[in-house]
């Protein structure tokens, strides 16, 4: 994208070194479905995949939030509905696809500084085998949590946020029960394995530092919250979805009965 040689570039992480490896795998888990099976297990969260080699310049904006990079086509917009910072020749042809660059909430320095190596809605070069190349499951997530940072409405912030103390990091899941059955719950079997104290220590010290360092005031969400709020989303949804499922398969094959039935009456009504 910026044309930087190796030497001037930073091998950036995409979700947050800090999420860890169990991260990585309940994205893996709860949203591959809908990726299809070409995005492939995802078990680290230093997969080459989930990465991208930027200009030192870009490295610290995308920590915070303040870029973030657009993965199209995708479920809503084709690869031409996202303006073209060079412009195109109408007869060209359209790509297959596009990683484009977009300015969220750049500091006044990062304005002036960040347009010299990859402007607003510039394109990053990709290799034609993309294989190694980050999935879309990966970059649609980053970027959802760089627009819910920047510009979802703060109730529904702290409402994820609760959602996620509440189940990602299982607050609330107790040390076993009068039953004796060790804590678990098969109804809850969707929450991931709570990480370690020293864990959560380290991760909230690593927030705290990012926050000091990006100058931010002490009630805006890091970029690190709005992950664990957008994966506690997903879980629950996928709880429910499969409430959802059986239901939706009763209401199927009542519907295949009633239809049945109907066809029998008409055909008596023939005779």
């Not at 309940?26 to 070409?38: A, F, H, K, V």
Request: proline share 6%.
């Amino acid at each position: 994208m910026s044309g930087e040689p190796e030497r001037g570039c930073d091998a950036c992480h995409l979700i947050p070194h800090s999420k860890g490896d169990e991260y990585m795998r309940n994205l893996s888990r709860y949203r591959g479905d809908m990726y299809g099976s070409g995005v492939g297990p995802l078990d680290s969260v230093n997969d080459t995949r989930n990465g991208l080699l930027l200009a030192i310049s870009f490295h610290r904006p995308l920590d915070r939030g303040d870029i973030a990079f657009l993965k199209t086509p995708n479920f809503a917009l084709g690869v031409d509905d996202v303006q073209y910072y060079h412009p195109r020749n109408a007869d060209s042809p359209s790509p297959e696809n596009r990683l484009t660059v977009q300015y969220i909430q750049p500091t006044a320095s990062e304005s002036v500084m960040l347009p010299l190596f990859g402007p607003h809605n510039s394109d990053a070069r990709q290799p034609e085998d993309l294989d190694q190349w980050p999935p879309a499951i990966i970059v649609d997530l980053c970027y959802a949590a760089a627009i819910l940072q920047e510009f979802g409405p703060s109730t529904f912030r702290s409402h994820i946020q609760d959602i996620a103390d509440d189940h990602y990091y299982g607050r609330d899941m107790g040390g076993g029960d009068a039953g004796g059955n060790d804590g678990e719950d098969a109804s809850r079997d969707w929450i991931p394995q709570r990480p370690s104290s020293a864990r959560i220590v380290q991760c909230n010290l690593r927030s705290a530092t990012s926050k000091a360092q990006a100058g931010t005031s002490s009630d805006r969400r890091t970029r690190a919250a709005m992950f664990d709020g957008i994966m506690a989303l997903w879980l629950r949804a996928a709880r429910q979805g499969k409430g959802r499922q059986h239901e939706g398969d009763v209401a199927d094959n009542k519907n295949k009965v009633q239809t049945w039935l109907q066809s029998v009456e008409e055909s008596d009504d023939s005779m």
